[in-house]
């Protein structure tokens, strides 16, 4: 079997561990030469690595090779895969993504609204096609398999400017709804599950589970988080104390549009005032994740320092962020055609919306790429919210790539989270300050 080098691009992120972990437990699935952590912050990429360092001379064979570097084409060159999770601007920057449209009374959010889509998206889209060109420079056959988010919008805009070859753009959270899923049904793994789902990144729905018996069990399950509520079992990330706040608003989604299964996203859109009202300005997610994750990782580089020498790795919880990334290159890797829900271009795979639209679907992962599996057309209800969000995805790619004012503009005021026009141009001119050198200088048409 043939062994591969992969890059963390990222790896100063405090979800290394948890992909280290997975790829240990999964060294038969997919079987590593070496392994290269690549960051831009030689502070953060220290830490993990003093922190993981031993964990992985402990439990992989002594061949595999591992190095920490800050240097591209050291980190670029012969790999056979790139696991990309950068963040553009830090935590510090999803501070102002999540607050500034707070201060106007819209949802602050990471990935959802003028903060997600617009404010990050504009900024992650030169650091992620950055990753892929150097990437792609030095492995030009490597596959770039992409979690930095907002996903959706990244994802866009890889399309546009590589056409997503060797691209696969991918998102943990449909894994972490289906473990819980899969616990409250009494089965013992997420993949024992086989959905059916529609929509765009953190925008979708579930429309039916079978199981390995091929029975839907989307009914039951239904019934269940009606009764009983939504069962956060899902992995260590998805249930500290605030995720439990998600998991709760979930089942009110469901009591509301009991249809299909949604992605708990959807909470952002579909009640976003009662979500404000439920938002603190003072203290948002990005506090909540700095005096969380990051303050552990930090605690624990400080023990490694205290005594270098004796130094023990904490022992790592699984995570569904490690193990999709892991199980979907390995399906790649050798040609398993896995089938996940991943982020890709249409192409009717969703009949009756646009063919260029970055959706997310089930695809069969080939070697040679994600096949998606088509469906039948969705109706009006979803049709609407979907576009409506396309859109505002759309426009914010547009944004970046023509430097354009007027189109950040449309992305703000055409999104669902915003009711007005005063609003959307106060929240972009704050944003435009808040992000300085991080979005290209947006002009304004004259007409
Ligand atoms: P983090 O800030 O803790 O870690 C990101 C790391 O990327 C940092 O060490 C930082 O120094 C580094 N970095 C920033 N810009 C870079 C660049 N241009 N090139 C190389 N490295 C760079 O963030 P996190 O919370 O661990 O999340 C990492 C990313 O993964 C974010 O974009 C987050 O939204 C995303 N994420 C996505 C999913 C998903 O479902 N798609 C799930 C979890 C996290
Ligand atoms: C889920 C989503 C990611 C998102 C993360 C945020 O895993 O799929 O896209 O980045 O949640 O989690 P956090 O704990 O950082 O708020
Ligand atoms: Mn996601």
């Known amino acids: 079997m043939k062994k591969n080098t992969v890059v963390i691009a990222g790896a100063g992120s405090t979800h290394t561990p948890g992909i280290i972990q997975s790829l240990i437990q999964k060294k038969d699935t997919l079987p590593l030469k070496k392994l290269i ?23 992989y064979d002594k061949e595999l090779e591992v190095i920490a570097t800050l240097d591209y084409a050291e980190a670029f060159t012969g790999v056979d895969f790139v696991f990309a999770q950068i963040r553009q601007g830090g935590l510090e920057m999803r501070r102002d993504d999540e607050k500034i449209p707070l201060k106007y009374g819209v949802i602050g959010q990471e990935t959802c609204g003028p903060g997600g889509s617009i404010s990050y998206g504009i900024r992650s889209i030169p650091g992620v096609i950055k990753i892929i060109e150097e990437a792609k420079k030095y492995s030009p056959d490597c596959w770039i398999l992409n979690y930095s988010n907002p996903a959706a919008v990244v994802a866009e805009a890889t399309r546009r400017k590589f056409n997503n070859e060797r691209i696969l753009n991918i998102c943990d959270m449909p894994v972490a709804i289906l473990l819980s899923y899969s616990k409250m049904l009494g089965l013992s793994d997420w993949t024992e599950l086989d959905p059916e789902y529609f929509g765009l990144n953190h925008f979708g729905w579930f429309t039916a589970l079978y199981d390995q018996t091929g029975k839907d069990r989307l009914p039951e399950l239904r019934e269940k988080i009606i009764s009983t509520g939504m069962e956060a079992c899902s992995d260590r990330h998805h249930k500290d104390k605030d995720w439990q706040k998600t998991w709760k608003q979930y089942a009110e989604i469901v009591k509301d549009y009991p249809e299909y299964l949604p992605n708990s996203y959807l909470q952002y859109y579909l009640y976003s005032s009662d979500v ?53 290159a390995a399906s ?34 080939r070697s040679w790429g994600p096949e998606p599996v088509a469906r039948k057309p969705i109706s009006s209800f979803y049709k609407g919210l979907i576009e409506n969000q396309l859109s505002s995805e759309k426009l914010a790619v547009d944004a970046y790539f023509e430097n ?8 703000i005021a055409v999104n669902k989270t915003v009711s007005s026009t005063s609003i959307a141009k106060a929240i972009l001119d704050d944003l435009i300050e808040a992000n300085g050198e991080y979005w290209p200088k947006l002009e304004k048409k004259s007409y």
Do not use: C
């Open 332 to 365: 790649i890797a050798y040609n398993k055609g896995y089938r996940y829900l991943v982020i890709v271009e249409n192409n009717g795979a969703i009949p009756n919306l646009p063919a260029d639209a970055m959706v997310e679907v089930p695809a069969y992962l």
């Open 276 to 328: 404000v009202k439920k938002m603190d300005l003072t203290h948002t997610r990005a506090d909540m994740v700095i005096e969380g994750r990051e303050k552990e990782l930090k605690e624990e580089y400080n023990k490694f320092l205290a005594d270098p020498d004796n130094y023990k790795s904490p022992v790592q919880e699984f995570t569904v962020f490690g193990d999709f990334i892991v199980d979907a």
């Open 404 to 411: 354009s004012y007027d189109k950040a503009l449309q992305a």
């Open 37 to 59: 952590l690549f960051d831009i912050d030689e502070d953060r990429l220290d830490r993990v690595k003093a922190v993981m360092t031993q964990f992985i001379k402990d439990n």
